[in-house]
């Protein structure tokens, strides 16, 4: 058999919407070629699992883009249209098969469905090109996104643990229908929720039991594979939602099935994907009658990870307010503090404004 040709690449970035940080090419740090098979070769990433089956293949591999951001704002416009077109070239130049490495919440400026758009544009070059992606969890999908596709696969869990893992997944069923043993069929469904970071982990009700119908189906051999996505409320986009996506063999028969019966639990348990908080003073209040420590008090809504700017000092305020003592305060993004702290050198003692630097109004 001829050695086949494989583009491999990453474009992965969490969008909140909400964030006043915008996010341009250099937050992704792109790397192609040798550097970026280098960079990721071996880890428990998407970029990783894919070139682990690539190898095992003795496939030919090229790597046209390697990128990924920290969640943060809208994706500038230059910045999404230079790496699309490094994907779009490389696929252009000819292979058999692409594995992609995508997010599936990517917003930027002018585009709400970054990876859709980007599936568009390759199948534009490449009509009938089997095509292989991967997805975080936090996954907005849309049909953009299933249509130019031809297998696609989400992580099981959060914390995310399982990348590499999820790009084998895809990659396997790719190359099985490349060699002829089976033919993908994809069905998918949402559900119009706002599911909670704070709720929908997979490890722990109400979305167990979903994900685990998923991953008993795909191991049972039921399909090639299933997976549930639970969103991103934290992006303002008419496509928002609670979805997942199965990969069938020819009959779509099971999987459709397989489909509603999670879609239909999730939406039966929408209430409890709500997150119920309490007011900011009502919990420093109860932090403060604790007896037993440390006391972590976190404030989700300035989540680095979720897009947040990491200097909000409203808890830190508060806490304040209330008078607690012995109170250890960080990470704190604030570069202008660091940049005086430097500069007064290691034996001085500094009194300064701390955060507050960025106007995060949402």
């Not at 970035?13 to 070629?33: K, M, Q």
């Not at 043993?181 to 722990?204: D, F, K, N, Q, Y």
Request: net charge negative.
């Amino acid at each position: 058999m001829p050695r086949r040709k494989l583009v491999i690449a990453s474009m992965m970035h969490e969008t909140n919407t909400f964030s006043p940080v915008p996010t341009p090419l250099e937050a992704f740090r792109p790397l192609s070629g040798e550097a970026a098979v280098a960079e990721f070769k071996d880890t428990n990433t998407q970029l990783g699992g894919f070139l682990d089956i690539a190898n095992r293949m003795g496939a030919e591999i090229v790597v046209p883009l390697a990128a990924n951001a920290h969640p943060s704002g809208y994706v500038e416009r230059r910045a999404y249209e230079d790496m699309c077109e490094a994907i779009v070239g490389g696929i252009r130049g000819g292979c058999d098969a692409a594995f992609l490495a995508l997010h599936g919440a990517m917003v930027a400026e002018h585009v709400d469905d970054g990876e859709g758009e980007l599936l568009r544009r390759i199948r534009a070059v490449a009509p009938r090109l089997p095509i292989a992606v991967g997805l975080d969890f936090h996954t907005q999908l849309t049909s953009a996104m299933v249509d130019n596709a031809t297998v696609i696969t989400g992580y099981r869990t959060y914390p995310h643990i399982d990348m590499a893992e999820t790009a084998q997944r895809a990659a396997t069923t790719l190359v099985r229908a490349l060699d002829g043993a089976v033919r993908p069929v994809m069905v998918w469904g949402i559900r119009p929720m706002l599911t909670s970071t704070l709720e929908h982990t997979p490890s722990r009700q109400p979305m167990k039991d979903v994900m685990d119908m998923a991953i008993d189906a795909e191991k049972r051999g039921v399909v090639l594979n299933a997976s549930v996505l639970g969103g991103f409320p934290q992006s303002d986009i008419p496509h928002l939602s609670c979805s997942a996506i199965v990969v069938c063999d020819g009959d779509i028969t099971q999987g459709r099935a397989l489909l509603e019966r999670m879609l239909d639990l999730a939406w039966q348990r929408r209430p409890d994907f709500l997150y119920k908080g309490a007011p900011l003073a009502s919990q420093i209040a109860h932090a403060r009658t604790l007896t037993e420590g440390p006391v972590i008090l976190v404030d989700h809504g300035d989540n680095t990870a979720s897009g947040g700017t990491q200097d909000v000092m409203s808890v830190v305020a508060e806490v304040m307010r209330q008078g607690l003592h012995d109170v250890l305060v960080g990470p704190i993004c604030d570069p202008t503090a660091i940049a005086r702290i430097v500069s007064a050198g290691t034996v001085a003692s500094v009194t300064m404004d701390l955060g507050g630097r960025i106007d995060m109004r949402s």
